[in-house]
């Protein structure tokens, strides 16, 4: 158990809807980093916060957006959604901005229909 | 650009000893750290060098060569357990996000 926990374990939902992915980071961490990892494939960075402020932007479509809560738990949001947006979702934490050593949630399994 | 290459895939036997590499080209470099995931499962931090040399952990070996931008993950005594994928993931910066390689599936017969 790496203390990182994400909710929900898994979700169906149809093309065109908007799902929110949750994140708590483990205790003591400021950074929270989001990835997608479609079926068989590597994990492709979306985007870091770090205590609050967006740190680094990878591939990240304009349909997503995220934000990082005073509490710091962090929440990953996707829109107008697509069948192939089907993917995990993990996200991960880190005591500072570029540590070697990333902390990964569970994920989150994400399936459009 | 930036980029890592593994293999995609490495086969290996029960017992028997696994080398799989990592080459990398990126604008900085500051280490290289390995990862392992098992199907369904969730990334978990192997190793990190910085420097150049051979690092051990138990079973576990990882190398690095800074001048050749080569870094290799080294697994002995191959259990079915290990059978799992290894993501290579440069830290580019002191304050950037890692740099991932595409991952290399490890398939350990008996």
């Known amino acids: 158990d790496s203390g990182v926990t994400q909710t929900p374990k898994h979700l169906i939902t149809a093309t065109g809807q908007r799902v929110t992915l949750r994140c708590s980071p483990r205790?003591?961490?400021?950074?929270v980093y989001w990835y997608q990892q479609s079926l068989d494939q590597g994990l492709q960075f979306l985007i870091q916060?770090?205590?609050?402020?967006?740190?680094a932007k990878g591939n990240i479509l304009e349909r997503f957006s995220a934000q990082q809560f005073p509490d710091l738990h962090s929440e990953l949001n996707l829109s107008s959604l697509e069948l192939g947006d089907s993917a995990l979702y993990f996200c991960?934490?880190?005591?500072?901005?570029?540590?070697?050593?990333?902390?990964f949630g569970p994920g989150t399994r994400l399936t459009v229909t | 650009g930036q980029s890592l290459e593994q293999p995609s895939e490495v086969t290996a036997v029960e017992g028997a000893i696994v080398q799989i590499n990592c080459t990398y080209q990126?604008?900085?470099?500051?280490?290289l750290s390995w990862y392992q995931q098992h199907d369904g499962g969730a990334p978990t931090f192997l190793s990190y060098?910085?420097l150049d040399g051979l690092e051990e952990t138990g079973r576990f070996s990882s190398f690095l060569s800074r001048s050749d931008s080569y870094g290799y993950l080294l697994l002995q005594e191959l259990q079915m357990k290990d059978s799992a994928s290894y993501f290579c993931?440069?830290?580019?910066?002191?304050?950037?996000?890692?740099?991932w390689g595409a991952g290399t599936k490890l398939i350990i017969k008996p």
């Open positions: 991960a934490s880190a005591p500072g901005t570029g540590s070697y050593e990333q902390y």
């Open positions: 205790s003591g961490d400021l950074s």
């Open positions: 916060y770090y205590n609050g402020e967006e740190r």
């Open positions: 990126t604008s900085g470099f500051y280490g």
């Open positions: 060098n910085a």
């Open positions: 993931a440069v830290k580019e910066d002191s304050n950037y996000q890692l740099i």
